[in-house]
């Protein structure tokens, strides 16, 4: 049974940093690239960053390119997301999720997610 | 970057009706489209992928259709557990936008 749990979130003030982490299980997971999405109250679904099965590749929203850096651990199965300089706007509920195939694509597993609050 | 809009942005329909959500890309995404379904409270889940493909153990009155730029969700006949908002996703190339949301209620 796939399972994603995500940890490491909580309360933060503005320009502080924050690292998420999201331990898999139940699948191969150096196979599968991840992602993460967020969703602040009460809004929509907002897609964060990606990476590949190897890690080579990352991909980012411009919302949080050059504060945000996801990484993993194929040794560990864990998939994190440090982020940096936090903004009241990234004030969310932070979902680890895998995607269907080893090519990436839509999203078929997702974490209970964690929430992240950015206040003074 | 490529936008998604859907509309409507929310609807209210009977149980039984049919019901035709649509997604639309600014350029074409061929049919690197998903479609999800967020429950009250709860995690978004996967309906469809590559347009059309019906995710396992989702219900068949579940249909999607489209390429290129526009794609609809169909739920063939409305039951009171399909309450919940919709949201399409392009996955061709990052980034992995998803529509705003289109809200489906009982009426």
């Known amino acids: 049974e796939v399972q994603l749990l995500e940890s490491g979130g909580g309360l933060m003030q503005p320009g502080g940093s924050l690292r998420l982490s999201c331990a898999a299980s139940g699948f191969i997971f150096s196979n599968y690239a991840m992602s993460w999405v967020r969703q602040a109250p009460g809004k929509g679904l907002e897609w964060v960053s990606d990476i590949s099965g190897s890690g080579d590749s990352t991909y980012y929203a411009d919302s949080v390119e050059g504060r945000f850096t996801i990484s993993r651990d194929n040794s560990k199965n864990t998939l994190d997301l440090q982020m940096n300089s936090l903004r009241a706007e990234d004030t969310a509920v932070y979902y680890c999720a895998k995607q269907r195939s080893s090519n990436g694509g839509s999203l078929n597993y997702w974490g209970h997610g964690t929430l992240v609050t950015v206040s003074s | 970057d490529i936008q998604m809009t859907q509309s409507p942005s929310s609807l209210s329909a009977s149980v039984g009706d049919r019901v035709t959500i649509t997604c639309r890309a600014s350029?074409?995404?061929?049919?690197?489209l998903a479609w999800y379904q967020q429950k009250p409270g709860k995690v978004p889940k996967l309906l469809i992928y590559a347009a059309s493909t019906l995710q396992s153990g989702v219900p068949s009155r579940f249909s999607g259709s489209g390429s290129g730029t526009d794609f609809t969700l169909t739920i063939s006949s409305l039951q009171p557990e399909d309450v919940a908002t919709y949201y399409c996703?392009?996955?061709?190339?990052?980034?992995?936008?998803f529509g705003p949301g289109t809200k489906v209620d009982i009426k």
């Open positions: 996703q392009k996955y061709n190339t990052a980034p992995f936008t």
């Open positions: 350029q074409g995404i061929s049919k690197y």
